[in-house]
């Protein structure tokens, strides 16, 4: 008979590394902050369907814009090509900030 010490210490050892690498899998995983603009006149159900698939995909909605049809979520790169192909989306691109620059400021920056 093996010795049960032996056998337990394999057994943790088992469940460490099988741990280890899931948490290290979902290290891996690259979000971004978007900003989701839905087309005009879609239904909030649509609307609804596109932020629960963010959701189950592992993004997060942030905030709803009140003057254009648009969310900013965070969702993992690898899935921007299903959330823009969403037929109630007109487009997604990716959050920032925006600054107007003065023209004497910089000769290379345009004016906003």
């Known amino acids: 008979m093996r010795n049960p010490i032996v056998v337990l210490l394999l057994i943790v050892l ?3 590394v099988a741990v280890a690498s899931v948490a290290q899998s979902t290290d891996a995983i690259e979000f971004r902050s ?3 603009v839905f087309k005009d ?11 629960t698939a963010i959701k189950d995909l592992g993004g997060k ?10 969310f900013s979520v ?24 925006v600054f107007a620059l003065n023209k004497d400021d910089d000769d290379d920056a345009h004016a906003i």
């Open 74 to 97: 965070d969702f993992p790169t690898a899935f921007f090509d299903k959330i823009k192909n969403f037929p109630q989306v007109d487009y997604v691109e990716e959050d920032g900030q």
């Open 34 to 36: 978007y900003i989701v």
């Open 41 to 51: 006149g879609a239904a909030t159900s649509k609307v609804n369907e596109v932020l």
């Open 14 to 16: 088992a469940l460490f």
């Open 61 to 70: 909605v942030k905030t709803q814009f009140k003057i254009i049809h648009a």
